[in-house]
């Protein structure tokens, strides 16, 4: 048990931990995303989801390549924890809008702010998590937040559903987004990990004494 436990530092369990929080909150109602614009959307339908679906996933894929580009010219991690609060923080108020959400383009316009919120917190979180890797436990790590998030999602797919048919889709929504604001906090717990310019070398933080 202490082989496991040697080399994951504190930065690498928060961040895991917070990506807990914040993929169970998704977990909960990306699976049935489809069936809420159908039933609570005016003109709803499956096209609209699967467009819905699409935004997200083009406008995540234009963000953030700017957004991580930005980030890799700014040496030191302070612009990376500014980008992962402020992405982190952002996508955590989208489900809140889908309450008051009744025409299509409502849902497009949510998915495209959550797909900028994942555009900056996506690279800002590898960028960090990479960094305070310890050497030779890249893998393990890696895996740790994988398998995490995995299951995480899964038990919130299952609840998501029971959720929405039991007290409906407004109390899901602000389960999602109160799951969100917790995984916020959770990150500022590293704050005073962060490393300056300083201190960094390589991909890999220098040893603290």
Not at 21 to 26: E, Q, R, T, V
Not at 163 to 174: K, N, R, T, Y
Request: with cysteine; proline share 4%; aromatic share 12%.
């Amino acid at each position: 048990m202490s082989k496991v436990k040697k080399g994951i530092n504190n930065v690498v369990k928060v961040m895991v931990f917070s990506d807990l929080f914040l993929n169970a909150g998704w977990g909960l109602v990306t699976p049935i995303l489809a069936v809420f614009v159908v039933d609570s959307i005016d003109g709803g339908s499956v096209k609209v989801a699967g467009i819905a679906i699409g935004v997200y996933w083009l406008g995540k894929a234009f963000f953030q390549i700017p957004i991580a580009h930005y980030l890799d010219k700014n040496h030191g991690e302070k612009d990376d924890f500014l980008a992962l609060i402020l992405g982190t923080l952002l996508t955590s108020f989208v489900p809140i809008g889908f309450i008051f959400a009744h025409l299509p383009w409502h849902v497009y316009v949510l998915q495209l702010v959550h797909a900028l919120g994942m555009g900056f917190a996506l690279p800002s979180w590898w960028a960090i998590f990479t960094r305070h890797i310890e050497k030779k436990r890249e893998a393990f790590c890696f895996s740790l937040d994988s398998s995490t998030i995995g299951l995480g999602a899964g038990v919130a797919g299952i609840l998501g559903g029971v959720i929405a048919s039991v007290f409906g889709f407004v109390i899901l929504f602000i389960s999602v987004s109160v799951l969100g604001i917790i995984a916020t906090i959770v990150l500022l717990f590293i704050k005073n990990d962060i490393l300056p310019k300083t201190k960094t070398q390589g991909i890999y933080p220098v040893p603290k004494s």
